[in-house]
């Protein structure tokens, strides 16, 4: 058994850096422009890389420390060692066990399908169109398409069907990742979460931001479908999902061991 291990930052704290917050400003400007300009989201996306970046080298591939100098003339007293690092943490995290990621990249891509097919049908049937939907969605990032009529909105757009597969498809692998992690915490009805948990969460975050975020699908939107459609990709993410094999999760180990990172001061053998 190695030595127990002396307590984390007890000789020194990481260096002060601006990284996070430039990283926050950017997500802020980033979001801000859909309902404002493009303009901000340009600005909040190159903060966002800059600060991101700033952040990073902050931590790898070596933190940055600072020394702790003792204060007052007193010895310097440091906190009890830890105990090795091997040893199993009485602490349990959930989920303990999780579904792997890529169930969830494929999960979110058959559930983004079926909801697609949900809202064509609903523009087929209820305007004629099965561009219209597909023109509603791009909306969320452009509020000017508010300000256009119906015959506007119903025809086909290239560039408008390339930001709403864009924005879809993002969105569906996103949520999907979330669904690797949601369904182990309902290990009796996991489907639960996918057929009526995750459709009513879903829906009711988008009738209180539709307004703000997408003004000309809150003319058009008609909720019955709405709420098919989430219906119809919690379903089939959810079923998709489930079908993997659960593997467990790397508790109690640190992001370096997660990432498989070495110690660059040759302190030691590789996290």
């Keep these: 058994m190695s030595e127990p291990r002396e307590a984390p930052y007890s000789r020194a704290i990481p260096t002060p850096t601006g990284g996070p917050l430039v990283t926050a400003f950017g997500v802020a400007m980033l979001f801000a422009g859909i309902v404002t300009n493009i303009a901000a989201s340009v600005i909040g996306a190159i903060a966002f890389a800059i600060g991101g970046v700033w952040w990073f080298r902050e931590v790898f591939p070596r933190e940055q420390l600072e020394a702790i100098e003792p204060t007052g003339g007193q010895s310097e007293v440091l906190p009890p060692p830890l105990p090795d690092r091997e040893a199993p943490s009485k602490r349990l995290v959930l989920p303990v066990e999780i579904h792997p990621y890529r169930a969830g990249v494929l999960g979110g891509l058959a559930g ?8 064509a049908a609903w523009g087929i049937v209820k305007h004629g169109s099965l561009w219209l939907p597909i023109n509603l969605l791009a909306g969320a990032v452009n ?18 069907l390339a930001i ?31 057929v009526v948990v995750a459709p009513v969460i879903l829906t ?10 997408n003004p000309a699908l809150e003319e058009f939107i008609s909720w019955p479908w709405f709420v098919a459609s989430q219906v119809a990709f919690g379903a089939v993410c959810g079923f998709m999902v489930n079908r993997f094999e659960m593997v467990p999760t790397m508790r109690g180990t640190s992001l ?8 660059s001061d040759g302190g030691g053998e590789p996290s």
């Design 164 to 194: 709403a597969c864009l924005i879809h498809l993002v969105l569906s692998i996103g949520t999907g990742l979330l669904f690797t992690v949601a369904l182990p915490m309902m290990p009796r009805r996991p489907m639960l979460f996918g």
């Design 112 to 119: 983004g399908a079926a909801m697609a097919a949900v809202a």
């Design 143 to 160: 509020p000017s398409m508010a300000a256009l009529g119906e015959p506007e909105l119903a025809a086909f757009d290239g560039g408008w």
């Design 256 to 263: 370096a061991a997660r990432l498989r990172v070495e110690r």
């Design 204 to 213: 009711a975050l988008s009738w209180s931001t539709m307004g703000i975020v």
